[in-house]
Antibody, heavy 125, light 106 residues
Framework: QVQLQESGPGLVKPSETLSLTCTVS????????WSWSRQPPGRGLEWIGH???????NYNPSLKSRVTVSADTSKNQFSLKLSSVTAADTAVYYC???????????????????WGKGTTVTVSS | SYELTQPPSVSVSPGQTASITCSGD??????ACWYQQKPGQSPVLVIY???KRPSGIPERFSGSNSGNTATLTISGTQAMDEADYYC?????????FGGGTKLTVL
């Protein structure tokens, strides 16, 4: 079965760029959508963005100016870069597999059915 | 931007039915899904496309969506169902999460 594993630095300095990688095993990233979400301590989930099987990207409007999601199909990995971080970006970061489907009358729906275990990133000097 | 609103907390007695709501403008015209998250764990999909259960999710989990409200219903709630629950919808090109509901089984 498909498994996802996040990796990257656990500590990032303010104003620097947070970089994380998600390695996918048991399946190819050439299908589906590949998403990043995060969860600040004691708070709820926040979607960051995703990359589709064809390389198109979508981002949370509130983070769009600072976020880049990219993929490396040769390594079966996808990555997150979040620039100009502050303490507010301290969170557990999750990668997940997403599915976008179309139902009756052209209505689309999206859900994430496989998640990584998450990695904690702290922004601090 | 589109917003989804959930009650912060819901309590239920073991064996009873728990209902968790998720409200959004004309949410019934979209599809909702639900995730369960236990402390220290990753979210788990429990309902997608309003009412479908992924493989391995118990039948006591069900969903509905109409008007401005989607509802996750847990019948015969068990102690193991105590967790945070998040609704999620697709809005044009973006993913939106609700704020989450803490379900307490007591």
């Amino acid at each position: 079965q498909v498994q996802l594993q996040e990796s990257g630095p656990g500590l990032v300095k303010p104003s620097e760029t947070l970089s994380l990688t998600c390695t996918v095993s048991g399946g190819s990233i050439s299908s589906y959508y590949w998403s990043w979400s995060r969860q600040p301590p004691g708070r709820g989930l926040e979607w960051i963005g995703h990359i589709s099987y064809n390389g198109s990207t979508n981002y949370n409007p509130s983070l769009k100016s600072r976020v880049t999601v990219s993929a490396d199909t040769s390594k079966n990995q996808f990555s997150l870069k979040l620039s100009s971080v502050t303490a507010a970006d301290t969170a557990v970061y999750y990668c997940a597999r997403g599915r976008l489907a179309t139902a009756a009358f052209g209505r689309k729906y999206f859900y994430m059915d496989v998640w990584g275990k998450g990695t904690t990133v702290t922004v601090s000097s | 931007s589109y917003e989804l609103t959930q009650p912060p907390s819901v309590s239920v007695s073991p064996g009873q039915t728990a209902s968790i709501t998720c409200s959004g403008d004309k949410l019934g015209d979209k599809y909702a899904c639900w995730y369960q998250q236990k402390p220290g764990q990753s979210p788990v999909l429990v309902i997608y496309q309003d009412r479908k259960r992924p493989s391995g999710i118990p039948e006591r989990f069900s969903g509905s969506n109409s008007g401005n409200t989607a509802t996750l219903t847990i019948s015969g709630t068990q102690a193991m169902d105590e967790a945070d629950y998040y609704c999620q919808a697709w809005d044009s090109t973006t993913v939106v999460f609700g704020g989450g509901t803490k379900l307490t089984v007591l």
